[in-house]
């Protein structure tokens, strides 16, 4: 069963401080991994998308990392900001035949406080 | 360009009432998929469209719920009879599959909250 497990599972950090997400997941045959960023009371918006043959990725202060042969991937938040609060989602898109099929992770809570 | 536009935002209803929501994918985008999120959870697909076709529908319980799509744009997804366990956030999202790696952008959601 393809499964996506992120932690932690929420994370408090000062503004200004950095911060990594972890994502770990057990899906085949793998496709892409995409991290989407969702406000409280939003639907999650996508900060970057890596295909097999990419290992990072970066968008603005955010900066994603894949390791297709170990399956990890992680998001690295640089210099916080208090509009960072939000949930981070890793998500793993597994190649079908003529289809694809996303599976997601449960999230990081992540709370930036003054 | 406008996105994903999903109505209402907010519902409440007593169980066993019936409930529809309401999609509008971006201009163009022939995908269009259903997501159901629980609280503290990730988005769990419940049915995706291709055009007018539904190609996945395994996760759809359909028992209670239904959806269509009839001219391959907007989409309804429907609940009849509600239950407390359907208490939750209805995703839509859309996506133009001519490029790979297929861009999901989703709406706002619909909270839905069953007393």
């Known amino acids: 069963k393809n499964q996506v497990e992120q932690s932690p599972q929420s994370l408090i950090i000062l503004e200004g401080k950095n911060c990594t997400l972890q994502?770990?997941?057990?899906?085949?045959?793998?496709?892409?991994l995409r991290w989407y960023k969702q406000d409280t009371g939003r639907g999650p918006v996508s900060l970057t998308i890596?295909?097999?043959?990419?290992n990072t990725k970066s968008n603005g202060r955010y900066t994603a990392t894949l390791d297709a042969d170990t399956k990890q991937s992680s998001l690295h938040i640089t210099a916080s900001q208090l509009s960072d609060s939000a949930s981070y989602i890793c998500?793993?898109?597994?190649?079908?035949?003529?289809?694809?099929?996303?599976?997601f992770g449960k999230g990081t809570k992540l709370s930036v406080i003054p | 360009e406008a996105g994903v536009v999903q109505s209402p935002r907010y519902k409440i209803i007593e169980k066993k009432q019936p409930v529809a929501f309401w999609c509008n994918p971006i201009?163009?985008?022939?995908?269009l998929y259903w997501y159901l999120q629980n609280l503290g959870q990730g988005p769990e697909l419940l049915i995706r469209?291709?055009?007018?076709?539904?190609?996945?529908d395994s996760q759809l319980p359909k028992d209670r719920f239904s959806a269509e799509r009839l001219k391959g744009v907007d989409s309804t997804l429907k609940i009849q009879p509600a239950e407390l366990g359907d208490s939750a956030v209805y995703l839509c999202?859309?996506?133009?599959?001519?490029?790979?790696?297929?861009?999901?952008?989703f709406g706002p959601g619909t909270r839905l909250t069953v007393t």
């Open positions: 201009s163009g985008h022939n995908t």
């Open positions: 469209y291709e055009n007018e076709e539904a190609v996945d």
């Open positions: 994502c770990n997941y057990t899906v085949s045959p793998f496709s892409n």
């Open positions: 999202a859309s996506s133009l599959d001519t490029g790979y790696p297929y861009e999901q952008y």
């Open positions: 998500v793993v898109s597994a190649r079908g035949a003529g289809s694809y099929q996303l599976t």
């Open positions: 890596m295909t097999f043959s990419e």
